[in-house]
Each structure stands twice: as C-alpha cells, then as structure tokens.
C-alpha cells in the first residue's frame, strides 16, 4: 500500500484522493470531542494558521474509539468544531484506529511509526503523526503532547 493510491471521505461526505496532499507536511490526528484533550483544537487551529502556507496540512480524524468520546455523526462533529474552535484545517469522517476495522491510513501509519516499546495501537485520542513531504512519518507524539510542543519539528520539517 502507498499513501498516493489512499482515497479519503471528508467530513462533508466528499472523496478525495489521498495524493492531493503529496509534497506536503502534514499533522495526522485522531480527535474527539468529548475528550480530556478535546482543547487541543485550539493548538492545531493555531498551528494551521501559522504554517499551512508554508505547506502544512493538519488533518483531523474523529474517532469513537476510545471511551465513546465522539459519539455523533460527521455533522455534528463538523458543527462541534465549527462553533466551538473556529476549525479551518481539513477534518475527515469518522475512522476506526485500531482493531480489524481500522482505516487503511492509520494501518499504514502505525506500522510506520510504532509507539513506546515497539506498539502498534493507538492509546487515545489526539494521538499525532506528523509525515513529512517525501511521505515518510517522521515521528509519533503522546496525546499528552500538545500541538505547541511540536513547533520546532514541524518547523524543520517544512524547511
């Protein structure tokens, strides 16, 4: 499997293909809404604002997966965002992260970029992938790591 031949449904029910982001640095989250980092929007809010002309996507991926803390269907998360942070980065419809049924995406990132000790699976929400332009994943952050933490990496890996 290669990241070009991935196809993506956006949260507005739309398909894109997955290469549209070639070339790019990009911010892999999943989210929630009723989650204890659900605050993290505003840090990745700030961060597309600051670094998406210099060619950062991040890209938001709810999932219910954890503690059932994104319960609603895309468009109430969609409003959720919307009037609660303000977000303008690309968000995507609900995924699966773990377990049989996890997104292709997220198989191929784990894989990737394994966790603490060598693991695979994703521990909770606002877990972060960040992939630089050549489609490599550079590295792997902790939900406890906010979006301002990674400043510096995302800094280098724009430049």
Known sequence: MSLPSLSLKTISGETVPFSLYSGKVLL?????SRCGFTNQYKGLQKLHEEFSEQDLVVMGFPC???GH????????????????YGVT??????????????????QWLKNSRPGLL???AIKWNFTKFLVGRNGEVL???APTSTPEALRDEIKEALS
Do not use: H, S, W
Request: some cysteine; glycine content about 8%.
């Open 28 to 32: 892999i989250v999943n989210v929630a």
């Open 64 to 66: 219910n997966q954890f």
């Open 69 to 84: 803390q994104e319960p609603g269907a895309e468009d109430e998360i969609k409003g959720f965002c919307d009037l609660n």
């Open 89 to 106: 980065f690309p968000m995507f419809a609900k995924i699966d992260v773990n377990g049989e049924q996890a997104a292709p995406l997220y």
């Open 118 to 120: 060598g693991t695979e």
């Open 139 to 141: 590295k792997r952050f």
